[in-house]
């Protein structure tokens, strides 16, 4: 069992949801889950409910760096995990951190737009992942619309991944949620090939912070010495769970429930304080 000064620290870029269902609380929640704990870098603040991103401003790059810069020094950071980025400023004083600590596993979700789909990424921005951060990139984890934009020449989404692979990714996670089929089927590929399809039951709801949950679940799990291809698979199981648990908070898209696993001990404890 990890005491809590050994546990694993992954470092998250990610924006701030107010309601607290996607972005960087949906990345601490999705990592202590995992065993995990969250150094969370605020790459811009939203005004957002659970619908839509109405508005948002980006931090300064300078402050994003040095707020990553001074934890890379006090705390043993075993991966990076990338949401939102706010702007290409951002997307380029990132790319020259990740460079200087190559040995740490990069795992991006590309944000390009929010769940209600106001877009949060610009084209030059989609340019700039894929010349300056998927070369330095473990694993990329795009839904199906993010896969397209990101691979704008490729004609499948199998050739999408292809194309991510080639601008340097080592892996690539294309998540069906946005496709019309009766079940989510969410594909991984690596060294250039299909290496697992698994298929979920469709939810009749929509979720806000899927993608973050899956994301930073991987990372989790990654930084905890789970090689990609496991860390995928147990990640999708715990996100599924999560969703088929969610609960809805607000008027408009559901939260994930990334707790759930500890209903039964808050339940057992609530019944008999004195339960060990």
């Known amino acids: 069992m ?28 999705a990592l202590a889950s995992m065993g995990v704990r969250a150094a969370p870098v605020i790459t811009a603040l939203t005004v957002q409910d659970t619908q839509n991103v109405k508005y948002f401003s980006a931090t300064d790059p300078k402050l994003l760096t040095e707020q990553a810069r001074i934890i890379l020094e006090d705390l043993p950071v075993c991966a990076f995990k990338l949401g939102m980025l706010g702007s290409l400023e951002n997307i380029e004083a990132i790319h ?32 700039a992942y894929s010349d300056l951060l998927f070369p330095l990139t473990a694993l990329v984890t795009p839904n199906s619309r993010e896969a397209r934009i990101l691979a704008p020449e490729a004609d499948t989404l199998e050739a999408c991944a292809q194309e991510l692979m080639d601008d340097g990714c080592e892996f690539v996670l294309v998540t069906g949620t946005h496709e019309s089929s009766s079940e989510v089927i969410n594909t991984l590929y690596g060294q250039h090939e299909k290496l697992s399809s698994l298929s979920w039951p469709r939810l009749e709801h929509s979720y806000h912070g899927s993608g973050c949950t899956l994301t930073s679940a991987i990372t989790g799990l990654i930084a905890r010495g789970v090689p990609v ?14 969703l088929h648990r969610g609960f809805q908070l607000g008027m408009y898209q559901q939260h994930p429930d990334r707790f759930f696993w500890a209903s039964n001990w808050f339940d057992n404890h609530l019944e008999n304080p004195s339960a060990r």
Do not use: K
């Open 96 to 127: 020259q951190l990740l460079h200087d600590y190559r040995d740490i596993p990069v795992i991006i979700d590309p944000i390009i737009s929010a769940g209600g789909g106001m877009t949060l990424s610009s084209e030059n921005m989609a340019l």
């Open 2 to 29: 990890n005491t809590p000064s050994l546990l694993p620290v992954v470092l998250c870029f990610s924006g701030n949801d107010p309601t607290g269902g996607a972005g960087i609380q949906a990345d601490i929640e």
């Open 229 to 242: 291809p496991d860390a995928v698979t147990t990640a999708q199981q715990y996100t599924w769970d999560s």
